[in-house]
């Protein structure tokens, strides 16, 4: 008898070999080329683990035609040049996994997943560097700056930074109070607290912020809740019209968020710059209502705000202002009782406005 033939092994499929990604060229364009198509990619994400030349080629193609070059002036090789021997690594290293298996599987991803022993991943450069960089940011750009690490949040800290950041956009036309004016920048007492107060008088894009504030908000300002009156006085208005106008104002301080921890307050500024920070107005608003008569409006100062409405009046021409204050702020989620605290109703209301401590008309000691 002939000898049996061996029964045909299954064909299993070899450990370790990773499944190519297809890619067409044609579906290669600005809104789909990702981070994941480069040679530095993690190969648990792109199985392929380098750049497909056909990427290359059809992403070089759009960056020419945007830039009004022909497409063939630079090889593509020349753009893989410095990816290729990544390329190739990842190659060789694809083979010997599918053949020692597991355990140099293993031993590959503890590498790539290798942290660095001395915990850095960058290089730490000299707070003068810092120094010189802040002297090119704009002022919307101070927070970006502070956060990018703790040396750029130091420079913020300094008196030397609010200075340069005066003169750099210091103008002999702006008019400026006179706590506000050269002169006077010289004292560290509240320097950052008043060159803020001065960008709002000096730079355009600051300036024009407020001066776009309406006479009447579109909706009820609701950061004024829980927060305590600490100055009340009315003046009255001299102007074109037959009858004088009055005008109150209510000086808030806004509640300061409550932390869990002591050590969850935040950085605060380096001991030798605890007198540049210094601000007496910090976390403090005035509500600015402007009527068409006197009313009377009984003691209100050291106690809690907790209720804000503007409502159309009784004559339907002009708007209602009605202020409810009680003697301990109200807890989130509930809800004031009406027969409980100080009610204050204004009406007719001319206008309603509410100003910052930075804002240029909100008032300020000059010894500040």
Known sequence: MAPRGRPAAAAMPRRGARKRLKFRAEDVCSERVTVADYANSDPAVVKSGRVKKAVANAVQQEVKSLCGLEASCVPAEEVLSVSGESCDSSDEMDTKESVNGRSVSRKKKSKRHKENPDGGGGEEYPIDIWLLLASYIRPEDIVRFSLICKKAWTVTCTAAFWTRLYRRHYSLDAYLPLRL????????????????????????????????????????????????????????????????????????????????????????????????????????????????????????????????????????????????????????????????????????????????????????SPKA
């Open 181 to 364: 004016r050269p002169e006077s920048m010289e004292k560290l007492h509240c320097l950052r607290a008043c060159v803020i107060r001065s960008l709002y008088h000096m730079y355009e894009p600051f300036a024009s912020r407020v001066s776009r504030n309406p006479a009447i908000p579109d909706s009820t300002p609701s950061t004024l809740k829980n927060s305590r009156c600490l100055l009340f006085w009315c003046k009255k208005l001299e102007g074109n019209r037959q009858e004088a106008m009055w005008e109150f104002n209510f000086k808030f301080k806004k509640q300061s968020p409550r932390f869990k921890s002591k050590c969850c307050k935040g950085l605060q500024p380096p001991i030798q710059y605890e007198e540049v920070h210094t601000n007496p107005d910090q976390d403090c608003c005035l509500l600015q209502i402007t009527t068409f008569n006197f009313i009377f409006v009984p003691i209100v100062m050291g106690m809690t705000f907790t209720l804000f409405t503007i409502n159309v009046s009784t004559d339907m021409r002009h708007h209602r202002v009605r202020l409810v204050f009680q003697d301990a702020p109200v807890r989130n989620g509930k809800k004031p009782r009406p027969d409980q605290g100080v009610q204050v109703v204004l009406d007719p209301v001319h206008s309603v406005r509410l100003l910052d401590w930075w804002h240029p008309q909100y008032p300020f």
